[in-house]
């Protein structure tokens, strides 16, 4: 047994059981599944198996799009009607209200991997998984969410939460039961399993999301990317790079990403129904990337003297005073071309694009860098 697996052992061993509703609940509803899994299979159907993707995919949108990018980071803007699709989706899903949910989260993005952190990795993958909901309890800070108090929805939502919550499924329990002819397929695919899987589908971002995956843009945070997760989330899988960038309405930045909650968020701004998406752009990416790793390639050798860590660190110096000075003046040139004439938009262009090869080579010289100390002195990523 190594010692990361011991020391959350300890830590699992200490830990008390404060929310006893909320483990009743959880164990009940497991245990459901399991027992009334023969009586299922007599009456399986594939509208069954329909009621709960509809569910499901309705539900875990309302998560990731409404109560994670739009609430807790405030990624973009909705109109009212969306917001109540959201707010009354977010039923099917069991996760609290949007405004205690937005707390807990914001609560984790500004103490992640510490002891004020609710579901800290660094208590056991069980722990941030599903443990934490047993042994955490809330205190309260208005300040954490301000905004979402002044918004009346927000507040009638958590106001009214068990109601909609009740009102939500009952009504998707009776309509799949009259659609299906069978209560028990309408109770155990509509909800149970919907409800499972929905919940499994949150913990993994708080558990496997911060164990198995790359590094790539926080590489001093616990949080990684993984694709594989990102099919099961909703494209939250990508979860270093929202945990270096939170305020962008993307957690899959490249075009082969696999984010649905970014596809829903785009077409909607199409439609009307939300605005103000917010992006961090390429350059900035590149530059806390370089920041970043020159801190912890200069850490990492700070009690080296040998030829290649002299040679090491002026080549770091060099090339981040670089990608810094051009990465400026092509934010500058951006700027003047907005106000530029038609007659001096071609010359600000033809910089902006010499600009833009410089940096890229720039880059691309970071990256040979990083790679070879790496492998000189066995960097972990």
């Known amino acids: 047994m190594d010692r990361r697996m011991r020391q959350n052992l300890e830590l699992t061993k200490t830990m008390k059981i ?31 198996v329909a009621l709960f993707l509809v569910t499901y995919i309705m539900g875990g949108l309302a998560i990731t799009v ?27 899903s069991f996760e609290m209200s949007a405004l205690m949910w937005s707390h807990d989260h914001r609560l984790h993005h500004n103490h992640v991997d510490t002891d004020k952190d609710p579901y800290s990795i660094k208590k056991g993958f069980w722990y941030a998984h599903v443990l ?33 919550v009740v009102a939500v499924n009952l009504a998707v329990f009776l309509l799949g039961w009259a659609i299906l002819g069978s209560a028990l397929a309408s109770f155990y695919m509509g909800f149970l399993v919907r409800m499972a899987m929905i919940h499994h589908r949150t913990w993994f971002i708080n558990s496997l999301c911060h164990t198995i995956g790359s590094k790539t843009y926080a590489r001093e945070l616990s949080a990684v990317d993984n694709a594989i997760l990102a099919l099961l989330t909703f ?27 970014k596809w829903t968020i785009w077409l909607a701004s199409k439609l009307g129904l939300v605005k103000k998406l917010r992006t961090i752009n390429n350059v900035t990416v590149q530059k806390s990337l370089v920041l970043k ?18 040679e090491l660190r002026v080549k770091l110096e060099e090339l981040s005073v670089a990608f810094e000075e051009k990465s400026s003046a092509l934010m500058l040139k ?20 010499a600009l833009k090869s410089a940096l890229k080579q720039i880059w691309n010289e970071w990256i040979a860098l990083t790679r070879m100390a790496a492998r000189q002195y066995e960097l972990h990523h």
């Open 18 to 48: 404060k929310n006893w509703d909320t483990l009743i609940f959880v164990v009940a509803y497991h245990a459901l599944i399991l027992a009334l899994l023969p009586a299922f299979i007599s009456v399986f159907s594939w509208g069954a």
């Open 66 to 92: 409404g109560y994670h990018r739009l609430y807790a980071h405030r990624a973009y803007s909705a109109n009212p009607f969306f917001e109540w699709c959201v707010l009354i989706s977010s039923a099917l």
């Open 132 to 164: 934490w909901l047993f042994d955490y309890k809330r205190r309260f800070d208005a300040s954490l969410v301000e905004d979402l108090l002044q918004n009346p929805r927000v507040v009638l939502q958590d106001r009214y939460y068990l109601h909609i």
């Open 235 to 261: 494209g939250e899988g990508y979860h270093n790079y929202h945990h270096a960038f939170a305020a962008d309405y993307r957690n899959g930045i490249r075009w082969y990403h696999f984010d649905p909650s």
């Open 293 to 310: 790793d020159k801190k912890m390639i200069l850490e990492h050798i700070r009690d080296e003297a040998d030829e290649f860590a002299a």
């Open 334 to 353: 951006a700027r003047e071309l907005k106000q530029a004439s038609a007659e001096q938009r071609k010359h600000i262009q033809r910089e902006i694009s």
